[in-house]
T-cell receptor, first 114, second 112 residues
């Protein structure tokens, strides 16, 4: 199984809502990532978890709150978002111990904030 | 992170080879060169990576210049399914070697 599964595929939320994005992988990867991608732009790294601990936060606003409850799951909790946060949110995972391994990406959650 | 430079777009014809260039003049000795591609409405997918020697896999070949300041991704026979944005990424081998930073990439159009 070389799949990273993201749910939901699409999400529309109001600025006062609280919602969560979910990501799951069963490849035994101990690094998991959240990226944000605006239309016609490259993915931008938001967070990295290694061994279920947050290791990189690329100065992301606190209205985005990541969580890694176990080695297979990664969540992104959303609260009080702005319309400019509308984007494709991508999850990825990779091994940590192997030198220069490849990352596997999910298909993303397309988020619209209204 | 060391920077890469790629053409914004390239065009190819189906069943012809495609050579996608990438310049990385500030590459360090321990940086690996990775290529990912992103098909429309999908997440990025790994294509190939290398350090010094040329590399081949079922998807593509990677030719790395002797001074490592540039590389070329080669698709031997382009198909319509190869139309995508191709990203050349330098990935360190140090403490944050798992961090992937995407540049602007090259939009490849394949004509039937």
């Amino acid at each position: 199984d070389t799949e990273v599964t993201q749910t939901p595929k699409h999400l529309v939320m109001g600025m006062t809502n609280k919602k969560s994005l979910k990501c799951e992988q069963h490849m035994g990867h101990r690094a998991m990532y959240w990226y944000k991608q605006k239309a016609k732009k490259p993915p931008e790294l938001m967070f990295v978890y290694s061994y279920e601990k947050l290791s990189i936060n690329e100065s992301v606003p606190s209205r985005f709150s990541p969580e890694c409850p176990n080695s297979s799951l990664l969540n992104l909790h959303l609260h009080a978002l702005q319309p400019e946060d509308s984007a494709l949110y991508l999850c990825a995972s990779s091994h940590l111990r192997t030198t220069n391994t490849e990352a596997f990406f999910g298909q993303g959650t397309r988020l619209t904030v209204v | 992170d060391a920077k890469t430079t790629q053409p914004n777009s390239m065009e190819s014809n189906e069943e012809e080879p495609v050579h996608l260039p990438c310049n990385h003049s500030t590459i360090s000795g321990t940086d690996y060169i990775h290529w990912y591609r992103q098909l429309p409405s999908q997440g990025p997918e790994y294509v190939i990576h290398g350090l010094t020697s040329n590399v081949n896999n079922r998807m593509a070949s990677l030719a790395i210049a002797e001074d490592r300041k540039s590389s070329t991704l080669i698709l031997h026979r382009a198909t319509l399914r190869d139309a995508a944005v191709y990203y050349c990424i330098l990935k360190g081998s140090g403490g944050s070697n798992y961090k992937l930073t995407f540049g602007k990439g090259t939009l490849l159009t394949v004509n039937p």
